[in-house]
């Protein structure tokens, strides 16, 4: 026979494998909602073997009875204004059903992080047309019986934070700076398209690195290079002429020898001058080839005209033999390297011209294998063309210039900042930005800045964000700035900078654009901010840039404070593209704290960003206190939708 300490340890084993069950079975509790006070009972009992070896029959042991009734209408539903209560299961000596009990089952010894069904509201930026009504979950006096207790939930939602907005009357649309460290929740489910690793994604994925890489794609640029010496000198001595060039760059040749400051400055330079060249004129040899398929099925059209008795078969035989003579090929070789490019006219009959120029060298293989040459594919190539040429126009203003080697216009058709467009997912043309906020301001501009500009008539000259170095910078580096962070020196200069917390936003020898596009919702939250790239969690996208002031009500701002000021940074005029990102409660980015240079600064930091997916934050509780809005986040675990 089991001891009573035994009996109760195997007890309390039982109840905690039977919650984490139900925790881990993910249950829709959404399906049950048409049920009238649905409940479901648990049971369990222990047996045991009789004493009599003969005997097959097993008798149950005496107190190790588990049963509980537990109510699920305050799980599936919700509607109610209460939180569901926590519930442990109890051993039933007697064999008596317990009275059913709402909430969540969980034994009061189990230890986690406390869990509870919520609904998150959510917001964004550009939404002017939310209405409604919040419900406020945070005032039921049974939650203070519990709000010292560890419990588990049996819901499908993720876990929230145990400080839940409460929302009020009066509203400041105050954005605040998250101070909890990221959500541990399962992977979210990618609503619409998600980018696949297939051989198509890597390429538009390869495109759009290059086009936010910094690479210039310009001829005149690349023959200014080529002919100036020692490049190129006198034409008619060309022995003369390579001697010269190996003479000035003996660098290349005898890396063995020390080298000086200057001889490694001068040997980087020409090294990028012969990068940026090359990849200039691969981007010329790819147009060049996509343009000799359609002269070669052009030339094949015109000899079946000339000639209609002969089949459309032996002129293409004919052409094919004629090309071979020209090139100096096999004509095996020449069909092995037609079937490439004529995968780069497919390209660009699909993408674009941009998509080839800026394809790079993975286009080579996706030609040849040709994997993902379907109807989808180049649909999606058609949907992203405009996107590619906003973003080629914008970050490379000379790249059309290419194109007339080939006979098309290189007439620059998008100008302005890569954010001054919205760009469509249906492929439609895309939008001045300011014609997208007409309907609420018809005198409507905005102006993107690198920088936060200082309100002079709130703060006069003073930087309200300047923090005082803590004690331990000084004591470490008195005449430098230290990492608040990683108590790592922080410079401007790249050469004596030692923090790397956001090395692609300061710090940094080069900043590149960020692979983002503003770009139209289509489900009525006007702009939103689309990530081209993955951002990999806890890589930065941006810093929130905007107009230091403070005293602004009714306005989208961010506010924070140093502990001796409290500011708002307002984003209604002049900023960056973090105005337009959007709220989710199920947000895949958050914005974090971070000091550079004794000087705060609030950056969007990524909790893991997928290619091809919005940018999304959560505004937190103060900014839907009393609102009169409606979230459009469409997330499951929504807070602030008023329609329940």
Not at 82 to 102: D, F, K, L, M, W
Not at 285 to 310: C, G, M, S
Not at 499 to 517: D, E, K, N, R, V
Request: include cysteine; charged fraction near 25%; aromatic fraction near 8%.
């Amino acid at each position: 026979m089991l001891s009573e300490e035994q009996i109760k340890a195997l007890r309390e084993q039982v109840a905690n494998a039977i919650a984490d069950e139900l925790t881990r079975a993910n249950i829709d509790w959404a399906s049950f909602d048409r049920l009238a006070e649905p409940t479901v009972r648990i049971a369990a009992e222990f047996q045991e073997r009789s004493v009599d070896v003969s005997s097959t029959e097993r008798r149950p042991l005496p107190g190790l009875t588990i049963s509980q009734v537990i109510d699920l209408t305050r799980i599936v539903s919700p509607r109610s204004s209460t939180t569901p209560e926590v519930s442990q299961i109890e051993g039933n000596r007697n064999g008596r059903i317990a009275e059913p009990t709402p909430g969540i089952i969980v034994p009061s010894s189990r230890s986690h992080t406390p869990v509870v069904s919520h609904s998150t509201f959510s917001q964004a930026t550009d939404d002017r047309v939310k209405q409604g009504t919040a419900t406020d979950n945070s005032d039921n006096p049974d939650n203070d019986d519990h709000a010292n207790s560890s419990r588990m939930a049996i819901s499908g939602l993720r876990p929230s934070r145990q400080d839940i907005p409460v929302v009020e009357d009066n509203t400041q649309r105050q954005m605040q700076v998250m101070h909890e460290s990221f959500p541990k929740r399962r992977k979210a489910e990618a609503t619409g398209y998600a980018m696949k690793p297939s051989t198509l994604d890597k390429l538009i994925a390869g495109i759009w690195e290059q086009l936010h890489s910094g690479l210039s794609i310009d001829p005149a640029e690349m023959l200014g290079q080529l002919t100036t010496p020692p490049l190129l000198g006198d034409t008619t001595n060309p022995s003369h002429d390579s001697a010269r060039l190996i003479a000035s760059n003996s660098a290349l040749t005898t890396a063995s020898q020390p080298h000086s400051g200057q001889q490694f400055s001068d040997t980087t330079v020409f090294c990028r001058k012969v990068t940026q060249a090359s990849r200039t004129c691969r981007s010329i040899e790819v147009i060049v080839q996509a343009r000799w398929v359609e002269h070669f099925d052009a030339y094949v059209e015109h000899l079946t005209a000339t000639d209609p008795k002969t089949s459309v078969t032996r002129h293409r035989k004919a052409a094919l033999v004629e090309a071979s003579s020209n090139f100096g090929w096999a004509e095996k070789e020449l069909r092995n390297k037609m079937a490439i490019w004529r995968g780069y006219r497919e390209i660009k009959d699909a993408g674009g011209w941009a998509a080839l120029v800026f394809a790079g060298m993975g286009i080579y293989r996706f030609c040849k294998y040709r994997i993902g040459f379907d109807n989808e594919s180049m649909q999606r190539l058609r949907n992203l063309r405009p996107a590619l040429e906003v973003a080629a126009d914008t970050l490379s203003p000379n790249w059309r210039q290419l194109l007339s080697i080939v006979g098309e216009s290189s007439k620059r058709v998008y100008s302005g900042h890569p954010h001054d467009w919205v760009v469509c997912l249906d492929g439609s043309p895309p939008l001045p930005l300011h014609k997208t906020y007409l309907q609420w301001d018809p005198h409507f501009e905005y102006k993107h800045i690198e920088e936060s500009i200082i309100d002079q008539s709130a703060w006069g000259c003073d930087d309200p964000r300047w923090t005082p170095p803590s004690s331990k910078a000084l004591t470490q580096a008195p005449t430098s700035f230290v990492c608040q962070t990683c108590s790592n020196e922080q410079s401007d200069d790249p050469k004596l900078n030692c923090c790397y917390c956001f090395p692609s936003l300061f710090g940094c020898a080069t900043l590149t654009p960020p692979p983002i596009q503003v770009f139209r919702t289509p489900d009525g939250r006007n702009n939103g901010l689309m990530a081209l790239c993955a951002f990999e969690r806890g890589a930065a996208v941006g810093e929130f840039v905007g107009v230091i002031t403070k005293g602004l009500q009714d306005v989208d701002v961010m506010e924070n404070t140093t502990g001796s000021s409290h500011y708002q940074i307002w984003q209604g005029r002049q900023g960056n593209f973090t105005r337009f990102v959007n709220h989710s409660c199920n947000a895949n980015a958050q914005y974090q704290q971070f000091t550079w240079l004794d000087t705060q600064r609030i950056v969007l930091v990524s909790k893991g960003i997928e290619a091809g997916s919005e940018i999304t934050v959560d505004y937190s509780g103060k900014y839907w206190k009393g609102l009169d809005k409606k979230c459009l986040c469409g997330e499951k675990s929504c807070r602030y939708r008023r329609d329940r």
